[in-house]
């Protein structure tokens, strides 16, 4: 997304990774699913749990944590699907993404994002659009688009057609965490 995207999208869906709360633009986001049967997907890298059947479309999903270099956790009551149309070099990508849980659709003006710190920040500035604030609590919003990366694009094809690819030592994309 833009920064022109960014100025005109006021509409955020939230949702948390562990003790983290982030938001992703509205416009990015197709629908939001309980947790369903993940079919597993031989030689896919660690993040990407498999497809899913949306409406009759095999849908990539991608363990949100294990990509952004967050330790896994066992599913819960609360563990959602979100479903992402990415843009990706310019091709459109429908990926669905777990969330430890999803909570609400919130209204940010643009005097209430500001600039994410380049430092001290746990996550990779240019992957952060800004930092905004739900009550007490700040909330991280993503540029979910470039938390995937061209290697992703490659990957992602072949798990939505059902298919494998050949290399069984896929490359990650790019963590969200800073390195220490």
């Not at 909570?103 to 430092?119: C, F, G, K, N």
Request: hydrophobic residues 45%.
């Amino acid at each position: 997304m833009a920064a022109s995207t960014l100025e005109q999208a006021t509409h955020y869906l939230t949702f948390r990774l562990g003790d983290e709360l982030f938001a992703i633009g509205v416009v990015q986001v197709r629908e939001v699913l309980d947790m369903s049967v993940i079919t597993r997907v031989p030689r896919a890298p660690s993040y990407m749990r498999g497809v899913v059947n949306v409406r009759g479309s095999a849908i990539p999903v991608v363990d949100l944590r294990l990509k952004f270099g967050l330790p896994g956790v066992t599913d819960s009551v609360n563990t959602r699907i979100v479903v992402l149309e990415l843009n990706l070099d310019g091709e459109p990508v429908v990926v669905g993404g777990i969330a430890d849980s999803v909570h609400d659709v919130i209204e940010l003006d643009r005097s209430q994002i500001e600039e994410a710190p380049r430092m001290a920040m746990r996550w990779r500035a240019e992957l952060v659009h800004g930092m905004g604030r739900r009550g007490d609590e700040f909330v991280i919003i993503l540029d979910i688009d470039k938390a995937f990366s061209l290697d992703d694009v490659a990957q992602l094809a072949p798990l939505s057609m059902a298919d494998t690819p050949d290399d069984p030592t896929p490359t990650p994309g790019p963590d969200l965490a800073q390195a220490s």
